[in-house]
């Protein structure tokens, strides 16, 4: 059989050689198609499955797959799941289950860690709000069947004396560790009175007072049960003035050197009871904080002005809220209850610190102690200088302390002359800093809807891990989501 002569005539390799080379944007010149500009091919994430056939024109991705889904990168469009818990404990991509957020008002930076806490409540971790100042989770904990508790002026009570779930946790140990819960419970709550005592008159409690408040705690658990007794009871050991506690005191059977070394103390423990604190600290426990389902303590009620309260309620909180945490990891350890993680969230940061002195202390111990009490942590708030804002330089330096510990950091838009603050804890390179400082831009105005757009940066975080390249994330909220997210309500219903 003959084969068809070939249209094309054959060429020796010499004349094939001598022939214009074809660059691989095409032929410069008229009707040679050459493309100036070559786009760069989007790029998509999906499984195996979705994208088999187009094995293997694919592109590994940087972004990590463990963790919550908040979103896309914004340049890969690929999904990013980042959690502080998940990226910890599971990827082991951070040394600390702790993150920092930081960015402009209204850019979405609760509404970030309340994607987190939903999902981490989806893998079993209870977010737990132990002072929500807003209120910004009151709604989201609700619609997760969780606790909400409202502390503040006619509104619920804390008693200071209970020890709180450590109680009923140390019946269900034996030996050493009933032992060890009670004994922290019983600090805690010594270390509680000091810290109120303290914090109403704005000086220290001493060595010998703290003593002195020890024993008279020591006199009230003799006869009474845990929870009952309150400060008002308290104050009334101090008054009659026990055998116990006159030792403690030195005074023995001397009533008048008794009255001199008591008579300070017992004077800040009426004013604390009968004062603005009272109603909330000197009454018995309205609702007893349980970790048994997602909580928040909402304390949104207190006026900002009333500072002290504020201080006092959240130091308050921190105390029970940790307290309970220990009585559930003892039970776990003694294999008495599953083993639980939490997710605490101390939202509004700027505010936590100003409220009164001891409250840099309290969140820097928190901090430092979370990934060995088992708990992941979220810390909020609008720039580097609400750390570098604080009177005293220890508490500046230990503030800084915070952010420099976390274990990634997310960023949304700042201002240009925010970032060498920022810098200072995470390298950021030419473009990452642009990239922040864009989103940072005000809203343009919307002339058909007669309103302003949603801000450009709202939803939009670099999240950061020390020196490694950040990943540039888009959250878009879910239709559920938005109803427990409106944080602009009051604006809206006029
Ligand atoms: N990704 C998003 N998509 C759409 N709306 C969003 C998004 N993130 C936040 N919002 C809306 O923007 C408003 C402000 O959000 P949010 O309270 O989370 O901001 P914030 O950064 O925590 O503000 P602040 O610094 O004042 O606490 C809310 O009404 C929220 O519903
Ligand atoms: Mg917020």
Not at 117 to 135: M, T, Y
Not at 176 to 188: I, S
Not at 380 to 393: F, N, R, V
């Amino acid at each position: 059989m003959q084969t068809a002569p070939s249209s094309t005539p054959q060429r020796s390799a010499t004349e094939e050689a001598a022939l214009p080379r074809v660059p691989s944007r095409g032929l410069p010149g008229r009707g040679g198609g050459k493309a100036s500009y070559v786009e760069a091919a989007p790029e998509w994430r999906a499984t195996t499955r979705q994208v088999c056939g187009l094995w293997p024109f694919i592109a590994g991705s940087g972004t990590p797959m463990v963790g919550v889904p908040v979103g896309r990168d914004l340049r890969s469009h690929a999904t990013v799941c980042c959690d502080p818990i998940s990226w910890f404990a599971r990827a082991g991509l951070i040394a600390n289950p702790s993150m920092f957020v930081l960015g402009k008002p209204g850019l979405g930076k609760s509404s970030l860690i309340r994607r987190m806490a939903i999902g981490l409540c989806g893998f079993g971790v209870q977010p737990l709000i132990f002072g929500d100042l807003k209120p910004d989770y009151v709604d989201l904990i609700g619609a997760l069947g969780g606790n909400v508790v409202a502390l503040g002026r006619g509104q619920g009570a804390l008693n200071v004396l209970d020890p709180g779930a450590a109680t009923a946790a140390a019946l269900r140990l034996t030996g050493a560790a009933r032992r060890k819960l009670t004994q922290d419970a019983l600090g805690r709550r010594l270390t509680m009175v000091a810290a109120l005592v303290g914090l109403n008159r704005r000086s220290r409690v001493t060595d010998v007072e703290e003593a002195i408040i020890a024993g008279a705690l020591g006199v009230l658990d003799e006869h009474h049960r845990p929870g009952e007794a309150t400060l008002m009871e308290l104050i009334a050991v101090l008054e009659e003035g026990p055998e116990a506690l006159r030792r403690v005191t030195l005074a023995r059977d001397n009533h008048k050197r008794y009255r001199e070394a008591t008579d300070g103390l017992q004077a800040s423990l009426v004013a604390l009871a009968d004062g603005a604190l009272g109603s909330t600290f000197a009454t018995r426990t309205s609702v007893p904080v349980t970790l048994s389902a997602p909580l928040c303590i909402d304390i949104s009620g207190i006026a900002e002005t009333d500072e002290k309260l504020q201080a006092a309620v959240l130091l308050a909180c921190w105390g029970e809220g940790f307290g309970a945490i220990a009585a559930a990891q003892a039970l776990a350890d003694a294999g008495v209850e599953p083993q639980r993680n939490f997710f605490i969230v101390l939202d509004e940061l700027w505010r936590v610190l100003r409220a009164g002195e001891g409250l840099v202390d309290r969140v820097d111990a928190l901090t430092r102690l979370n990934r060995q009490k088992g708990v992941g942590m979220a810390l909020i708030t609008h720039t580097m200088a609400d750390l570098l804002a604080l009177p005293s330089e220890a508490d500046r330096m230990k503030a800084q302390g915070f952010a420099e510990r976390a274990g990634f950091i997310a960023t949304a838009g700042l201002a240009a002359d925010q970032l060498p603050a920022l810098e200072r804890v995470v390298a950021l390179s030419q473009p990452e800093r642009d990239l922040i400082t864009s989103w940072s831009s005000p809203p343009s105005w919307d002339v058909v809807a007669e309103q302003e757009a949603p801000p450009p940066g709202r939803g939009k975080f670099l999240i950061k891990v020390g020196g490694r390249p950040g990943v540039p994330v888009e959250v878009v909220l879910t239709q559920g989501e938005l109803a427990v997210n409106d944080t602009n309500k009051q604006w809206r219903q006029r």
